[in-house]
Nanobody
């Protein structure tokens, strides 16, 4: 059974950067779009970003556009990276890696979820 395994979370000051990674373990080739959601304390989970199977299409939530960059490892298309720059305290949340058939479906109803990694941004 495939598992989505996140890494790279942590504590950072406002204005700083973090890079999250997600690997689809148990699979050597992916047929899926991948992406990230997040959930802040007391709030619902929200879409952050997605990337197509080829890596040619990326979609971002308005709240992270221009600050976050999602990329896909060309050699291992089962691995994605979320580079987060200019972090703000409101970015504090548990970040979840997700998979879906395509970027549109993933944004609304992902097929698979990781366990999540905590990102905390101090002011």
């Amino acid at each position: 059974q495939v598992q989505l395994v996140e890494s790279g979370g942590g504590l950072v000051q406002a204005g700083g950067s973090l890079r999250l990674s997600c690997a689809a373990s148990g699979r050597t080739f992916s047929r899926y779009a991948m992406g990230w959601f997040r959930q802040a304390p007391g709030k619902e989970r929200e879409f952050v970003a997605s990337i197509s199977l080829s890596g040619g299409v990326t979609v971002y939530a308005d709240s992270v556009k221009g600050r976050f960059t999602l990329s896909r490892d060309n050699a291992k298309n089962t691995v994605v990276y979320l580079q987060m720059n200019s972090l703000k305290p409101e970015d504090t949340a548990v970040y979840y890696c997700v998979e879906g058939i395509n970027t549109d479906q993933l944004r609304h109803n992902p097929d698979s979820w990781g366990q999540g990694t905590q990102v905390t941004v101090s002011s």
